[in-house]
């Protein structure tokens, strides 16, 4: 299921793309925003999904320098539905809501209105029911400004999507033959109509209705396969494997290994990996671009209050300099410090993905696949909480525990993790004392002192240098972000659930 949404609104997006592209991209010789948006919009179109992530991210940054709205729009929408296929429900809410906040300060009602339409899903399949009914209102009154067709078949879809979410399965199977009834009496595409035939499929299987479940499966498989959807045909094969489950073994075997198969090479998991990599350095320079930005207003704002002080009184002038710097320094902490717990879910999803090095460094004598079992060693190794929170744990020990050399060990470190071997300990430790800060439950009642002694570290004055050179700031404003965070995810959630 979670691979459907990913196609249905790409054909709106190619529209707006063909409205909004500026005819003159093709004549320039740079690559403009626009340009490297219709490559991946190129990629998308073959179902390379993670190529076009990556050239969307591309396309994401390079909008912003030129402040193309437009161009940003579309690729930050396609990032967000691919997300979704890829079921990062959280990621997909927070680009929707990215582009939504441009659409609607950019007065784009087209756009608008589509990034309604996909918060509207993202909150379905996230189960927020209430949520999802709220932003339907909005996509309501929020019309296409030149298909009318689309939108509102766009609001019956999403009305069998809510009740779903909902619980209500036939009430949600009526509106979505509706849907397909409506597609097909207004000469849409197909593949709408498949759409359709696709969800009631996977509706048939919550149910338990497996003959229902394969009647659709079988219909959605061959429009699919007509259509030469592989998307499509991955969702169909899924819910014939799932529906042949509890009733024929051979069946389901085959189609799972069919789903498998096919599905493999829509999504790829280790072009996925590089994708979400290059997304999770583009934030980090955004935010360190924001953190200069923040900086730089600092200082000039430091230089116009030391002369202002050499007119006026000086301690006063001193004190209101003091309360715009902490009052300016604590935002750029907060959004390093939200930046960080952004990729550090990224680090713990990719946890056992050893970073991709396609050979083995020459200076060493190892053969390819000695130098990847070793990197794989390595990784495994840094990963044991236990073994690195030894204080007297060096490149000598780790090299014993992986069965090799220090040489060896160190240029596999150098080439593979591009930092030195004290660099990547300090990291790891580092990452496991901000996991403690952050948990309460377990170490709320430890100190400090407790927390740096127990992954490693034999004084204060090494872990504070350490952790401020990965975290860029103290253990202390740390763990006072990490309380502020917490009330805030509180307060979201009652508000949530007053809401529902």
Same mark, same amino acid.
């Given at each position: 299921?979670?691979?459907?949404?990913?196609?249905?609104?790409?054909?709106?997006?190619?529209?707006?793309?063909?409205?909004?592209?500026?005819?003159?991209?093709?004549?320039?010789?740079?690559?403009?925003?626009?340009?490297?948006?219709?490559?991946?919009?190129?990629?998308?179109?073959?179902?390379?999904?993670?190529?076009?992530?990556?050239?969307?991210?591309?396309?994401?940054?390079?909008?912003?320098?030129?402040?193309?709205?437009?161009?940003?729009?579309?690729?930050?929408?396609?990032?967000?539905?691919?997300?979704?296929?890829?079921?990062?429900?959280?990621?997909?809410?927070?680009?929707?809501?990215?582009?939504?906040?441009?659409?609607?300060?950019?007065?784009?009602?087209?756009?608008?209105?589509?990034?309604?339409?996909?918060?509207?899903?993202?909150?379905?399949?996230?189960?927020?029911?209430?949520?999802?009914?709220?932003?339907?209102?909005?996509?309501?009154?929020?019309?296409?400004?030149?298909?009318?067709?689309?939108?509102?078949?766009?609001?019956?879809?999403?009305?069998?999507?809510?009740?779903?979410?909902?619980?209500?399965?036939?009430?949600?199977?009526?509106?979505?033959?509706?849907?397909?009834?409506?597609?097909?009496?207004?000469?849409?595409?197909?593949?709408?109509?498949?759409?359709?035939?696709?969800?009631?499929?996977?509706?048939?299987?919550?149910?338990?209705?497996?003959?229902? $479940?394969?009647?659709?499966?079988?219909?959605?498989? !061959? %429009? &699919? =396969?007509?259509?030469?959807? /592989?998307?499509? #045909?991955?969702?169909?094969?899924?819910?014939?494997?799932?529906?042949?489950?509890?009733?024929?073994?051979?069946?389901?075997?085959?189609?799972?290994?069919?789903?498998?198969?096919?599905?493999?090479?829509?999504?790829? $998991?280790?072009?996925?990996?590089?994708?979400?990599? !290059? %997304? &999770? =350095?583009?934030?980090?320079? /955004?935010?360190? #671009?924001?953190?200069?930005?923040?900086?730089?207003?600092?200082?000039?704002?430091?230089?116009?209050?030391?002369?202002?002080?050499?007119?006026?009184?000086?301690?006063?002038?001193?004190?209101?300099?003091?309360?715009?710097?902490?009052?300016?320094?604590?935002?750029?902490?907060?959004?390093?410090?939200?930046?960080?717990?952004?990729?550090?879910?990224?680090?713990?999803?990719?946890?056992?993905?050893?970073?991709?090095?396609?050979?083995?460094?020459?200076?060493?004598?190892?053969?390819?696949?000695?130098?990847?079992?070793?990197?794989?060693?390595?990784?495994?190794?840094?990963?044991?909480?236990?073994?690195?929170?030894?204080?007297?744990?060096?490149?000598?020990?780790?090299?014993?525990?992986?069965?090799?050399?220090?040489?060896?060990?160190?240029?596999?470190?150098?080439?593979?993790?591009?930092?030195?071997?004290?660099?990547?300990?300090?990291?790891?430790?580092?990452?496991?004392?901000?996991?403690?800060?952050?948990?309460?439950?377990?170490?709320?009642?430890?100190?400090?002192?407790?927390?740096?002694?127990?992954?490693?570290?034999?004084?204060?004055?090494?872990?504070?240098?350490?952790?401020?050179?990965?975290?860029?700031?103290?253990?202390?404003?740390?763990?006072?972000?990490?309380?502020?965070?917490?009330?805030?995810?509180?307060?979201?959630?009652?508000?949530?659930?007053?809401?529902?």
């Amino acid at each position: 299921m979670k691979h459907l949404q990913l196609h249905i609104h790409y054909c709106i997006y190619l529209l707006l793309l063909a409205f909004y592209t500026p005819a003159k991209a093709e004549e320039e010789p740079e690559r403009t925003a626009a340009a490297i948006c219709q490559e991946a919009s190129e990629y998308y179109a073959q179902e390379q999904y993670a190529l076009a992530m990556l050239r969307y991210t591309e396309g994401m940054e390079a909008a912003e320098k030129e402040k193309d709205t437009n161009t940003y729009l579309i690729c930050t929408g396609c990032i967000a539905n691919i997300y979704e296929a890829i079921g990062d429900y959280e990621a997909d809410i927070i680009y929707l809501f990215k582009g939504y906040e441009v659409a609607r300060n950019a007065h784009n009602k087209a756009m608008t209105s589509i990034y309604l339409s996909n918060i509207v899903t993202a909150y379905c399949r996230m189960g927020y029911a209430g949520l999802a009914k709220k932003y339907y209102q909005l996509q309501q009154e929020q019309p296409y400004p030149n298909d009318t067709t689309e939108w509102r078949y766009f609001l019956i879809y999403n009305k069998a999507r809510i009740l779903q979410a909902e619980g209500k399965m036939e009430e949600s199977i009526d509106i979505h033959l509706q849907a397909r009834l409506f597609a097909e009496e207004h000469g849409m595409d197909s593949i709408y109509a498949l759409y359709q035939t696709c969800e009631i499929g996977n509706i048939m299987l919550k149910k338990g209705d497996y003959q229902g $479940a394969l009647k659709y499966g079988y219909e959605g498989l !061959s %429009i &699919a =396969q007509r259509l030469k959807s /592989k998307e499509l #045909q991955v969702n169909a094969l899924d819910i014939l494997a799932n529906a042949y489950h509890s009733t024929d073994g051979d069946s389901a075997r085959k189609y799972h290994n069919l789903y498998l198969s096919m599905s493999d090479s829509v999504f790829n $998991a280790r072009n996925f990996y590089k994708a979400r990599n !290059s %997304i &999770a =350095q583009y934030e980090t320079r /955004k935010s360190n #671009q924001h953190i200069n930005l923040l900086n730089t207003i600092i200082d000039k704002q430091t230089l116009a209050i030391t002369v202002i002080s050499l007119l006026f009184l000086l301690s006063v002038t001193l004190l209101i300099l003091l309360l715009l710097k902490n009052k300016n320094l604590r935002n750029a902490q907060k959004v390093l410090f939200l930046k960080h717990k952004e990729l550090e879910r990224t680090y713990i999803n990719d946890r056992n993905q050893t970073p991709e090095i396609t050979t083995s460094d020459t200076s060493i004598p190892l053969s390819d696949e000695q130098y990847e079992e070793l990197k794989r060693h390595i990784t495994s190794t840094m990963n044991d909480t236990e073994i690195i929170s030894d204080p007297d744990f060096s490149l000598d020990r780790l090299a014993h525990i992986v069965d090799s050399n220090r040489t060896y060990v160190s240029v596999t470190i150098n080439n593979t993790y591009h930092k030195n071997f004290k660099s990547l300990l300090n990291e790891y430790r580092i990452r496991e004392a901000c996991k403690r800060l952050s948990d309460k439950e377990h170490y709320g009642h430890i100190t400090i002192q407790a927390i740096y002694e127990g992954v490693g570290y034999k004084n204060a004055a090494s872990f504070i240098r350490a952790f401020k050179k990965e975290m860029g700031m103290t253990p202390s404003v740390y763990q006072k972000l990490e309380e502020d965070s917490l009330a805030d995810r509180h307060e979201q959630e009652e508000d949530i659930a007053t809401r529902c």
